[in-house]
C-alpha cells in the first residue's frame, strides 16, 4: 500500500476537461482525532468519488467512509460507529485560502480535505447505543463526605433573604 494513498495525479484529468473520472481510493489516516472520539490509526478510509477538471480548476465530489471509537458520554464505556461524510471540493493552482485547495505538479492531497472533513465529523458526545442508562447507581454511589445538608448561604446575597412578598 502506498505511502500516500490519497494522493491523485491528476495528468489524464486535466487533458480531457468535462469529462468525470470516477476515483476508489483506499487507506489509513493516522491522528485523526476530536475530544474522546477518534478514526482508529490503523482503519481504513475510504473514498469513492469523480474528479472532472473545469479549466485549470478540479472539482473532486463523492462520499468518504471511515469507522469511528471513543466513548460513551454516559457510561465511559467504548463506543463506536462508522461514518459517511459528502464532500464537494476544488482545487486550484493558485488556491484561495480557507476555500479551494492546492493543485501541486498536477497532482492533489486528497488527505488533507478527509483529514479535516473527518475531524469534523467526529461525534462529539457519542452513545454506546441509545437507551445508555449511564452508570449503574449500585455500582458507582455518588458520596460527598461531611457535606452539609444545605450548602451555606452566600453573605453577599443576605439582603434578599429579608424580602417578603406575601404582601
Known amino acids: 500500500m502506498s505511502k500516500q494513498p490519497f494522493v491523485v495525479d491528476l495528468a489524464e484529468v486535466l487533458r480531457r476537461p468535462g469529462a468525470q473520472h470516477p476515483l476508489h481510493l483506499e487507506g489509513v489516516l493516522p491522528d485523526v482525532v476530536l475530544s474522546t472520539t477518534r478514526v482508529p490509526d490503523d ?25 469511528w471509537e471513543g466513548e460513551c458520554r454516559r457510561c ?56 445508555c442508562p449511564g452508570p449503574d447507581p449500585e455500582s458507582h454511589p455518588v ?9 451555606p448561604s452566600d453573605p453577599r446575597w443576605a439582603a434578599l433573604d429579608q424580602l417578603r412578598f406575601d404582601s
Request: aromatic share 2%.
Open 43 to 67: 482503519a481504513l478510509v475510504a473514498l469513492d468519488a469523480t474528479v472532472e477538471a473545469q479549466g485549470r480548476t478540479v472539482i473532486v465530489q463523492g462520499t468518504a467512509r471511515a469507522p
Open 143 to 151: 458520596v460527598v463526605e461531611d457535606a452539609p445538608a444545605e450548602p
Open 76 to 131: 465511559l464505556e467504548p463506543a463506536s460507529g462508522e461514518m459517511a461524510i459528502d464532500l464537494r471540493e476544488v482545487f486550484q493552482p493558485d488556491p484561495v485560502d480557507g476555500e479551494t485547495f492546492p493543485i501541486v505538479d498536477e497532482r492533489i492531497d486528497l488527505g488533507v480535505v478527509l483529514r479535516e472533513l473527518l475531524a469534523l465529523a467526529l461525534p462529539l458526545a457519542p452513545l454506546c447505543r441509545d437507551a
